[in-house]
């Protein structure tokens, strides 16, 4: 379906946070230096078959030594946040239980670093990276995990919290959840869809609810900041005017961000009814005792409901949906649903990432969907942006993404959307997960053979400068990138 890319004029609300983001495995590599112990990711890595360029992140952008040098960058481009997240198993190397000065001194440089810059931190709790040692006695399968979490968060709003402004409990947790627990496309690699997602999802919300409520009651008061979670959820636009595509698209979006937000910013601090009716049936069908899809107690409903001060969304792509009934009896995650998804390969411009089209329209709706959805909350998004295998640095289609897709979101705030804050993917090329390092995200070249591993501006890290400078957009935004270069 062809939807036209529109620039719009006017300005983002003052005080507007304009940041960018990276992730502690994408980033810090040191991976075996000063006590930190192996995540599920320095495991699934040393697994034959997962990464597509028999890559690690090992050394990544060498950020543990080279912080720096990305404050500089940061600096450069006039961002007021920076989003980076703490690997927990450098700072609680055991999991639960001692914490480690040398890794606690790290985010504490780092921190600094940033503060001498006039850059404020926007800070990650859990970005992937679960300590093996956890994941050993199940990691998000484990309903305790919720108490380890609990107190990894604990020591983090303690050691750090008096300069953090932001924290988001998790990134992405439908990631972890469905690609790291059914798909297993991700760490810890496990292929049981259907049933563990559905358990890792309800342990990593336990974790968030917790994480909340102990910041509310022990920080929030002397440290002022705000916590929220991190949300990854595609656009489902209905493939035609039918109610069976409308109802698909909607599901789509329940299951992908519902799932979570329901809990948090829904009115009874419970998954969607949709969900909760789909997987129930189907569970019957399959002659199971009881849904694949757990149940909350009433006080973690309580615990839940409202557990967060902002929205934080991390959006790419969208999809175009249809219904499509699927047996009763499949155990799946992706046919619980109930409809199929795909992308106009005709229309949308590809990246190098096959699941990620350019698609700017999609980021408007999907603001307004949570507009109505949710009550108008806060909206952060955490991240935003495209790959290219070249990392050249004339970076054109770059700049075509961020100027359409932020030019959406200026089109949301004129629609009444309450987005605060935007923050691009990547401030530089990184180790992009199970694709090694073959989709650059970054703003910043970085080149991986250089052991020095230089950084070096690519135009769209002086296009977005520029924007951040304007705050908006003008009748200067002429569709020409010579004003760029
Ligand atoms: C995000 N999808 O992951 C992550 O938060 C980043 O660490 C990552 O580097 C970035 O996006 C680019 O991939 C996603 O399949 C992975 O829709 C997959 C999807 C979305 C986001």
Same mark, same amino acid.
């Given at each position: 379906?062809?939807?036209e890319d529109? #620039?719009t004029?006017?300005?983002?609300?003052?005080?507007?946070?304009?940041?960018?983001?990276?992730? @502690?495995?994408?980033?810090?590599?040191?991976?075996?230096?000063?006590?930190?112990?192996? @995540?599920?990711?320095?495991?699934?890595?040393?697994?034959?078959?997962? #990464?597509?360029?028999?890559?690690?992140?090992?050394?990544?952008c060498?950020?543990y030594?080279?912080y720096?040098?990305?404050?500089?960058?940061?600096k %450069?481009?006039?961002?007021?946040h920076?989003?980076?997240?703490?690997?927990? +198993?450098?700072?609680?190397?055991?999991?639960?239980?001692?914490? =480690?000065p040398?890794?606690?001194?790290y985010?504490k =440089?780092?921190?600094?670093?940033?503060k001498?810059?006039?850059?404020?931190?926007?800070?990650t709790?859990?970005?992937?990276?679960?300590?093996?040692?956890?994941?050993?006695?199940?990691?998000?399968?484990n309903?305790?995990?919720?108490?380890?979490?609990?107190?990894?968060?604990?020591?983090?709003?303690?050691q750090?919290?008096?300069?953090?402004?932001?924290?988001?409990?998790?990134?992405?947790?439908?990631?972890?959840?469905?690609l790291?627990?059914?798909?297993?496309?991700?760490a810890?690699?496990?292929?049981? !869809?259907?049933?563990?997602?559905y358990?890792?999802?309800h =342990?990593?919300?336990?974790s968030?609810a917790?994480a909340?409520?102990?910041?509310?009651?022990?920080?929030?008061?002397?440290q $002022?900041?705000?916590v929220?979670?991190?949300l990854?959820?595609?656009?489902?636009?209905?493939?035609?005017? !039918?109610? +069976?595509?409308?109802?698909?698209?909607?599901?789509?979006?329940?299951?992908?961000? *519902? &799932?979570?937000?329901?809990p948090? &910013?829904?009115?009874?601090?419970?998954?969607?009814?949709?969900?909760?009716?789909?997987?129930?049936? $189907?569970?019957?069908?399959?002659?199971?005792?009881?849904?694949?899809?757990?149940?909350?107690?009433?006080?973690?409903?309580?615990?839940?409901?409202? %557990?967060?001060?902002?929205?934080?969304?991390n959006?790419? @792509?969208?999809?175009?949906?249809?219904?499509?009934?699927?047996?009763?009896?499949?155990?799946?995650?992706?046919t619980?649903?109930?409809?199929?998804?795909?992308?106009d $390969?005709?229309?949308?411009?590809?990246?190098? %990432?096959t699941?990620?089209r350019?698609?700017?329209?999609?980021?408007?709706?999907m603001?307004?969907w949570?507009?109505?959805?949710?009550?108008?909350?806060?909206? #952060? #998004?955490?991240?935003? *942006?495209? @790959?290219?295998?070249?990392?050249?640095?004339?970076? !054109?289609?770059? /700049?075509?993404?961020?100027?359409?897709?932020?030019?959406?979101?200026?089109?949301?705030?004129q629609?009444?959307v309450?987005?605060?804050?935007?923050?691009?993917? +990547?401030?530089?090329?990184?180790?992009e997960?199970e694709? *090694?390092?073959?989709?650059?995200?970054?703003?910043?070249?970085v080149?991986f053979?250089?052991?020095?591993r230089?950084?070096i501006?690519?135009a769209s890290?002086?296009?977005?400068?520029?924007? /951040?400078?304007?705050?908006?957009?003008?009748?200067?935004?002429?569709?020409? %990138?010579?004003?760029?270069?």
């Amino acid at each position: 379906e062809f939807i036209e890319d529109t #620039i719009t004029y006017g300005s983002f609300p003052p005080g507007f946070i304009w940041a960018a983001a990276t992730a @502690s495995y994408q980033v810090e590599g040191a991976w075996n230096v000063d006590g930190r112990t192996p @995540s599920i990711w320095d495991t699934f890595v040393r697994t034959p078959g997962t #990464i597509a360029d028999q890559s690690t992140g090992d050394d990544a952008c060498l950020s543990y030594y080279l912080y720096e040098q990305d404050v500089a960058l940061l600096k %450069s481009m006039g961002v007021s946040h920076y989003r980076f997240s703490i690997s927990w +198993s450098r700072v609680i190397p055991t999991g639960v239980g001692a914490s =480690n000065p040398l890794g606690i001194q790290y985010y504490k =440089n780092l921190i600094a670093a940033l503060k001498a810059a006039g850059i404020k931190p926007m800070v990650t709790l859990y970005h992937w990276d679960l300590p093996q040692v956890l994941e050993d006695q199940g990691g998000w399968q484990n309903p305790e995990i919720a108490t380890w979490f609990e107190a990894y968060a604990d020591l983090c709003f303690e050691q750090f919290g008096a300069d953090v402004e932001y924290w988001i409990t998790f990134n992405e947790p439908w990631c972890q959840s469905y690609l790291g627990y059914g798909s297993g496309s991700k760490a810890p690699g496990i292929k049981q !869809s259907g049933t563990q997602d559905y358990i890792a999802t309800h =342990n990593q919300l336990r974790s968030h609810a917790k994480a909340y409520r102990l910041y509310e009651l022990k920080y929030k008061q002397t440290q $002022k900041g705000k916590v929220g979670i991190t949300l990854n959820i595609s656009w489902a636009e209905p493939e035609d005017n !039918s109610t +069976s595509a409308a109802a698909a698209a909607e599901r789509s979006l329940q299951f992908a961000g *519902g &799932w979570f937000a329901n809990p948090i &910013w829904g009115p009874n601090g419970d998954y969607p009814q949709v969900m909760i009716d789909l997987i129930g049936r $189907k569970s019957t069908a399959a002659g199971l005792p009881q849904s694949r899809l757990p149940v909350f107690t009433e006080a973690e409903k309580t615990e839940l409901k409202g %557990s967060s001060d902002f929205f934080g969304l991390n959006f790419y @792509s969208s999809e175009i949906v249809r219904e499509e009934l699927f047996d009763d009896t499949l155990v799946d995650y992706t046919t619980d649903k109930d409809a199929v998804a795909y992308q106009d $390969k005709e229309n949308w411009y590809g990246t190098a %990432s096959t699941w990620l089209r350019i698609t700017p329209w999609g980021i408007r709706r999907m603001l307004n969907w949570i507009k109505e959805r949710y009550n108008n909350p806060d909206v #952060i #998004i955490t991240e935003n *942006g495209m @790959s290219d295998r070249s990392g050249f640095l004339d970076d !054109s289609m770059r /700049i075509y993404f961020y100027k359409y897709y932020i030019n959406n979101v200026l089109q949301a705030v004129q629609d009444g959307v309450n987005v605060i804050g935007y923050t691009a993917w +990547s401030l530089m090329d990184n180790f992009e997960w199970e694709r *090694g390092y073959l989709e650059r995200f970054g703003m910043h070249y970085v080149n991986f053979t250089d052991p020095a591993r230089p950084r070096i501006p690519k135009a769209s890290a002086n296009y977005y400068a520029r924007l /951040i400078q304007k705050n908006g957009f003008g009748p200067e935004e002429i569709c020409d %990138s010579a004003n760029v270069y």
